[in-house]
């Protein structure tokens, strides 16, 4: 690993990777829902292989259902974006973490390389990981995170201020390949990705994490220290 972390239970870590040579990862719906089915299922101690559900043709909601035994991780909030990703996870597991990352990519590696007839890497090494150790920082992690996708409206918000704000909260609502529906309180199958039961209850409604997240719209110069 190129990272000096040493990845503990019950400890939060900010996860991310990007394609290598900075190349799409997610090119089509499909491709993002893969991803998100993944995130379900190999957050598991249970061996899983979409492909056989599939061909059992399972339904999306009955595929969010399947056991997929013991949490590895708790995820708390998740962004895809066309060239990377985000996920905000507390590890439940001993070496829950590394074995969930594992799991995933190397799974949706071989899904993307078949699909795209070709073979190597697809993302840029190993996952990156940093170690959350502020009470603070975790909290604003689930705006940082759920943010993400204004970057491909308005790709100078964090710096300049929001050009559009009804524009770019409509934007928002309407991006699927992030946490944000599920957190605002919109019912749909990928809300079984999250476990919000192993984090700090900032958010006890739908309605303040939106305000939350409207703050930060209006808030110039939002960090982007772990951008990538």
Known sequence: MSRNIEFSIDEYYHLYNRGTDKRKIFTTSGEYSRFLILLYLCNGSIKVDIGDYLNQGLTLSEIFEVDKGKELVSIGTYCLMPNHFHILIREKEENGTSLFMQKLQTAYTMYFNKKHVRTGSLFQGTFKAQYVTKDTYLKYL?????????????????????????????????????SYLDLIGVKRVEASILNMSEFPDYFNSELKFKDFIQEWLNFKNLDDSDKV
Request: net charge negative; no cysteine.
């Open 142 to 178: 689930f705006a940082y995170i759920n943010l993400n996708p204004i970057k491909l409206i308005d790709p100078d918000w964090k710096e300049n201020g929001i050009k559009n704000l009804i524009e770019s909260e409509e934007y928002l609502g309407s991006y699927k390949y992030s």
